[in-house]
């Protein structure tokens, strides 16, 4: 793990990425007025744990171990914590459909805490924007490289939502390594990640999880390891999966460390300066 602990830049990017992925923008309606609030759950385990002290010392919010000591979690309910999160968000748009849905409807509960009929109706409408937003050219055709922050959240995502698969052989020798990833509907954000990995694996439709369409990628190939390599370097994940990454790249590290340091010692090609 790098010491990227006190990289506040880092640590709020990477955070909107783990939003996306394992996070809940949710509001609910106390009496005559409507509040907001955000979490994080994961499995309580030390390095998770270790993950979200970091975000509530350096982002806001507090963390709480639940369920029978099962999850630990980090809520933001405090309305200078919730403001503090929204802050974040517009200085780093969120990029997955369902996200974006529940901040529109979070930001408008926030902003009109006692408009009940609306909360209402906006509520039972929450997420019916969510299909143009997938099929908007906005998204169709974006671009990782030209999003500044994509790097830091592609991390915090994929500590959410990735998967560093080793397959091993009959005798018990590592046969393969993959990088997965799957998503619910936004089939863009797979599109993107397969590009910023240079990867030329399929994305697969993988089946319907609470009737939502789940798409899914398998990363392997020289080329896509080392690019997934040399990212991890410079963006390391903050929790449990930066151990599950660690194991699946020491096989990686042993067959091809040399070409590995060759490559990233080239310098870059002309005009990509």
Not at 123 to 133: G, L, M
Request: proline share 4%; aromatic share 12%.
């Amino acid at each position: 793990r790098l010491k990227i602990e006190h990289n506040k830049e880092y640590i709020h990017k990477f955070f909107i990425g783990l939003l996306e992925g394992d996070g809940s923008i949710i509001v609910d309606q106390i009496g005559k007025k409507s509040r907001v609030r955000i979490s994080l759950s994961l499995k309580n385990l030390p390095e998770n744990v270790d993950m979200l002290n970091i975000i509530s010392n350096v982002v806001c919010g507090r963390v709480a171990i639940e369920r029978k000591d099962k999850y630990v979690t980090w809520i933001a309910n405090k309305k200078k914590d919730v403001e503090y999160v929204f802050s974040l968000i517009d200085k780093y748009p969120l990029l997955t459909s369902r996200k974006i849905c529940q901040y529109q409807f979070a930001l408008f509960s926030f902003n009109n805490p006692y408009s009940l009929d609306d909360f209402k109706l906006k509520r039972d409408n929450k997420y019916i924007n969510q299909n143009d937003i997938i099929n908007s050219s906005s998204v169709k055709f974006m671009d990782p490289f030209s999003i500044s922050y994509f790097p830091a959240w592609l991390s915090g995502f994929i500590e959410a939502e990735g998967h560093f698969k080793l397959i091993k052989s009959p005798h018990g020798s590592i046969k393969s390594h993959q990088f997965m990833i799957g998503q619910n509907s936004d089939k863009y954000i797979l599109e993107m990640i397969k590009l910023y990995f240079n990867s030329n694996h399929k994305i697969t439709l993988d089946k319907k999880i609470n009737s939502f369409p789940h798409f899914r990628i398998a990363i392997g190939g020289l080329n896509s390891k080392i690019k997934i390599y040399e990212h991890f370097n410079l963006n390391p994940l903050l929790g449990y999966k930066l151990s599950s990454y660690n194991k699946w790249v020491i096989p990686i590290e042993a067959s091809y460390g040399q070409l590995i340091h060759d490559l990233s010692s080239l310098p870059p090609p002309a005009g990509n300066n």
